[in-house]
């Protein structure tokens, strides 16, 4: 029986040059450096006229067409689909502005379990990067490219889940795991400002390249931890670490100096070079604080803090950072970002494990335990999820949780139980 009979249509591809592309065509792949398209993603009919000339004006060398789902062109090359390699892409929105999901159930986002596999992958990918880097071999953008698209591509289908699923995860502490949060939460945070994707990429990319020379640093150093370098050599990273990139002779100059630039503060008490206000851009404005908060999270420099309590840190900095910049971040992570633990009006203790755009202060939450303040501690309780949202004014948080004298397991390991215990939950 004919594939037609069936319902199945073959793609039938065309590589056409880009002043070739005319409106209505289905696009297939964009084929040029990933940094000089405008488009997030592939697989699209081009219906729009301004995109047309966004795409006609760009780097892109060739554009793979299907032709049985658009638009044709005469005498282009025909190529056969079975020879093509997989085309990584993000899905959903070409733009960076577009609105995140709306009101939400006690059911998680199904993209939280997705992140946590995605969370294994991309780790594994930037540790290997780290590792290389330490042995002295330049990263490029093309090593870092694909991250930064499956990144995008998560925070696209739900902003709170990769950061979120981050920062429930203990071992962060290490350098490759600091660098896969901050550039997720740079991602997260340059499209909830509504940048534009090529803005958002290359704030990705700072994210994951900016502490590079910490990597080189060490081992040079004989340090077996980055941690373990003394402050004057640690600061020293940002310039090593930027003449490195340079050296690899394709990373973009915003990406450049947002990494030159993401220890500075407003005030002027950043390094390494004290600048202050309007000299400071806005990728590494950006950069300072998404560095210092999941910094603040994951305990790198002091003991962690709650996530809502890295809020109220960052927030009280005044001078420091940002303010604009610091008002989008609560938006991108929440009030009570998921990791947070919050007393509950009835008593009970919850973690937060998801978001609810409709309102920011009433996320979804994963109740464990009770107060029993007749013996000064909690009673465990069966963990169960509730969406603050829609309980009808059942429960609402009247706090954040003081761990102290409330003999509550290790923090770090209770988060990741509570949340691994919530996707499993919520699969059923």
């Known amino acids: 029986m004919p594939l037609s009979e069936l319902g199945i249509r073959r793609s039938m591809l065309k590589r056409i040059r880009a002043d070739q592309v005319e409106l209505g065509m289905f ?48 005498e282009p090359e025909v190529v056969d689909p079975s020879n093509l390699a997989p085309l990584r892409a993000p899905v959903g929105g070409a733009q960076g502005g577009a609105a995140p999901p709306g009101r939400r159930t006690a059911t998680l986002s199904p993209e939280i ?8 992958a991309t780790g594994k990918a930037v540790n290997r990067m780290f590792i290389e880097a330490q042995l002295g071999k330049h990263v490029a953008a093309s090593d870092v490219e694909p991250v930064i698209e499956d990144i995008y591509a998560s925070i696209q289908r739900n902003i709170y889940a990769f950061n979120g699923l981050l920062q ?15 550039s997720a939460l740079m991602v997260a945070l340059g499209r909830r400002m509504g940048l534009p994707p090529a803005k958002i990429r290359e704030a990705g990319m700072a994210g994951l390249m900016m502490d590079m020379g ?20 640690a600061k020293g990273h940002v310039v090593d670490g930027v003449i490195r990139l340079r050296a690899a002779g394709d990373i973009p100059d915003g990406v450049l100096l947002a990494c030159q630039q993401h220890h500075e503060r407003l005030d002027g008490s950043g390094y390494p070079q004290g600048l202050s206000g309007a000299d400071i851009g806005m990728p590494a404005r950006m950069a300072a604080v998404c560095d210092d908060y999941v910094r603040l999270v994951t305990g790198v420099d002091a003991p962690a803090l709650d996530p809502a309590n890295a809020l109220a840190h960052i927030r009280a900095q ?17 009030v009570y970002p998921i990791g947070s633990f919050v007393h509950l009006r ?20 994963r109740i464990f335990a009770a107060t029993e303040p007749r013996v000064g501690g909690v009673i465990p309780t069966r963990p169960t999820t509730l969406a ?21 397991p290790p923090l770090e390991s209770l988060r990741g139980d509570l949340l691994a215990g919530a996707i499993r939950s919520s699969a059923r």
Request: glycine letters at 8%; one cysteine or more.
């Open 168 to 182: 429930c995860q203990s071992d962060q502490v290490h350098l490759y795991r600091q660098a896969l949060a901050v």
């Open 27 to 74: 696009i297939h792949r964009l084929e040029g450096n990933w940094f000089r398209h405008p488009f997030w993603k592939a697989h699209f009919v081009l219906d729009d006229p301004v995109r047309l000339d966004s795409l006609r004006a760009s780097g892109v060398r060739a554009v793979l067409i299907d032709v049985t789902r658009g638009r044709d062109v005469a």
């Open 388 to 408: 603050l949202g829609q309980c009808y004014g059942e429960d609402a948080i009247a706090g954040l949780v003081d761990p102290a004298g409330l003999r509550l």
């Open 113 to 120: 379990a997705r992140a946590e596999r995605l969370a294994r």
């Open 214 to 233: 910490l990597a080189q640093m060490a081992t040079e150093a004989g340090a077996a931890d980055y941690r373990d370098l003394c402050v004057t050599h």
């Open 318 to 334: 005044v001078g420091i950072y940002d303010d604009a910049v610091t008002a989008r971040l609560i938006e991108t992570v929440g």
């Open 346 to 365: 009835s008593g009970r203790l919850a973690m937060v494990v998801d978001q609810d755009d409709a309102d920011f202060a009433l996320p979804i939450v």
